[in-house]
């Protein structure tokens, strides 16, 4: 589980196919003995595992269904990434709960400075349309942002300026891929209002002696 809070912009060191996926080699400024094997890190808001480690540099593989799902399967030697890694209990929540397990990618259709903030607008797989409510939250890349508007095919988030300074989020152009999660909140409740022998109904909200 993390935060949506990224602790370091990393870069791709090398790349190399391990099966059907791909050993990502990842330089960073994270304080590596601080991180064990088989630790949880997020990059771009995908979650992999630490697999091992050499002086500022961790390697940890993206396998076949992350690169079908995600934007990793584009990354390129010399690419920067967001870097998270997993929360413990007990940490101050300062995002919102991301659980690090992309929902699909979205596309950036518009981007633009305005002083006070950065406009991103997002184009949105209709599959993950009735996630996204104005005020909810959202990661894109890994980063934990709050939706302020949504229209049938996209939404726009704002970047403070702190946000765009320790992000690459400010750096995107219209027509950039990034990795979106909706809020892990939002996808239960769907399921739970979904009908079906298992779902919420209305017969059965009367039956409870609701409404």
Sequence with gaps: ?????????????????????????IRTAIPLEEVSLGDSIAVNGACLT????????????AAAETLAKTT?????????????RAMRLGDRLDGHLVQGHVDGTGQVSSIRDQRESIVLWVGLPAELA??????????????SLTVNEVHDTGFRVNLVPHTAAVTRLGELRSGAAVNLEVDVLAKYVDRLLGGGAGGLTLDKLRAHGFG
């Design 1 to 25: 589980m993390f935060t949506g809070l990224v602790e370091d912009i990393g870069t791709i060191a090398a790349i190399r196919p391990r099966g059907v996926g791909r050993a990502l080699s």
């Design 50 to 61: 630490a697999e091992s480690f050499d002086s500022d540099t961790f390697i940890a593989v």
């Design 72 to 84: 990793l399967g584009a990354l390129r030697v010399g690419a920067r990434v967001h870097l998270e």
């Design 130 to 143: 009735r996630f996204v409510a104005p005020k909810g939250s959202i990661a894109i890349d890994g980063v």
